[in-house]
Nanobody, 125 residues
Framework: QVQLVESGGGSSQAGGSLRLSCVAS????????MSWFRQAPGKERELVAG????????YYTDSVKGRFTISRDNAKNTVDLQMRNLKFEDTALYYC??????????????????WGKGTRVTVSS
């Protein structure tokens, strides 16, 4: 069993930055591709970004390209999401998720094997 714990959420004004972090325990972190999802109030959960097992390959949904950066440190069992130039529409509960199958590109939430409980991001306009 893999446990995922997110941190780093909070409030920001539009145009600001936040860095989310997710730490994993209970498994071999490098065996999992990692993704960040988010769910805004009244909306379905959506994929934000993904990173391959070795960290060399990344994916971003169109709405965050050029503003968000996903990265991982397999030595520290962490995956981060650096968010810049935040927009009001980035307001959501952000989750990290792990996929034992190694998928990192346009992954679906139902395919994820493990989830954190989420960290909230609120952006004021």
């Amino acid at each position: 069993q893999v446990q995922l714990v997110e941190s780093g959420g909070g409030s920001s004004q539009a145009g600001g930055s936040l860095r989310l972090s997710c730490v994993a325990s209970g498994g071999t972190f490098s065996e999992y591709a990692m993704s960040w999802f988010r769910q805004a109030p009244g909306k379905e959960r959506e994929l934000v970004a993904g990173v391959s097992r070795n960290g060399l390959y990344t994916y971003y949904t169109d709405s965050v390209k050029g503003r968000f950066t996903i990265s991982r440190d397999n030595a520290k069992n962490t995956v981060d999401l650096q968010m810049r130039n935040l927009k009001f529409e980035d307001t959501a509960l952000y989750y990290c998720a792990a996929d034992a199958g190694g998928a990192w590109y346009e992954v679906k939430d139902y395919a994820m094997d493990y989830w954190g409980k989420g960290t909230r991001v609120t952006v004021s306009s």
